[in-house]
């Protein structure tokens, strides 16, 4: 196992549009998370009007889950991946391992407890943990994925060099984000409906309108998808590339460990 951390960039970090210490910054996203968790994927379809269904969809796709891999799921909280692909292989008659890593205990109680309701009782492993500080050991995983909770971590070039570490040679990542809107008119509409629509309904859904209007300034943070790209090659991952979603509201972007 390993420890990734960059000590002189963890000084300050965003949390949307705030600036706080670094160190306050992990506490501060468990508290989002461990408040909307049980309605997480209801809001979800909301917010989305179900489209990120379809986008989790075209990202299994992307992975093309293979028998006996090991993929470590970051970010996995309530299985809605980790769902995909371990359907995936069993509509194929094969079988593989997943790790769920997840920073909000709250959150992978409601993927345990949706994996019991489904009957989805073997081939997943929950797991607590910092997506800066794997518990995993170096070169042990075949796939990384993580949706839609790279924009939430305090460094993303430490989450990145973290997943360049567990993946084994010939190893993919996958990141599936919100990002930025490549169509001027959709992005006109997209900002009107995040900033007064989205925190509303948070509000009316989950009486907490506080987490999603940080959610909201998050995606605004996150760096545009060449920049990505760039930063993932800098952390020593190869063959970098990224695919648009729905104009770029989301992007998929993919990389591997030569």
């Known amino acids: 196992m390993g420890r990734n951390v960059d000590t002189n960039h963890h000084q300050r970090a965003h949390f949307g549009f705030q600036t706080v210490e670094a160190g306050t910054k992990p506490a501060l996203v468990r508290g989002v998370f461990r408040s909307v968790a049980t309605r997480y994927d209801l809001m979800n379809d909301l917010m989305s009007v179900g489209i990120h269904r379809l986008w989790k969809d075209i990202f299994v796709n992307w992975l093309r889950p293979r028998t006996g891999m090991t993929l470590l799921d970051v970010a996995g909280g309530t299985g809605d991946i980790a769902f995909r692909v371990l359907h995936r292989l069993q509509d194929m008659g094969k079988n593989g391992r997943i790790l769920i ?5 709250e959150m992978l109680a409601v993927g345990r407890d949706r994996a ?8 997943i492993e929950w797991i607590c ?35 360049q570490r567990v993946l084994k040679p010939g190893g993919r990542f996958l990141c599936l984000e919100f990002s930025h809107v490549v169509l001027p008119h959709l992005r006109f509409l997209y900002d009107h409906y995040s900033f007064t629509i989205l925190p509303w309904i948070g509000e009316i859904v989950t009486g907490d309108r506080c987490s999603y209007q940080y959610l909201v300034e998050s995606i605004r943070r996150f760096p545009d998808q060449l920049t990505l790209c760039q930063r993932m090659t800098k952390a020593g991952l190869s063959l970098v590339k990224y695919k648009n ?14």
């Open 116 to 123: 019991t309701n489904s009957r989805l009782l073997s081939g």
């Open 129 to 163: 943990g910092d997506a800066e500080s794997l518990p995993f050991s170096d070169c042990s995983v075949d796939a990384y994925t993580i949706a839609f909770g790279l924009r939430n971590v305090t460094c993303i070039d430490s989450v990145l060099r973290e997943a």
């Open 101 to 105: 890593c997840d920073l909000t205990p």
């Open 245 to 258: 979603l729905s104009g770029g509201i989301a992007a998929m972007h993919s990389a591997w460990r030569i």
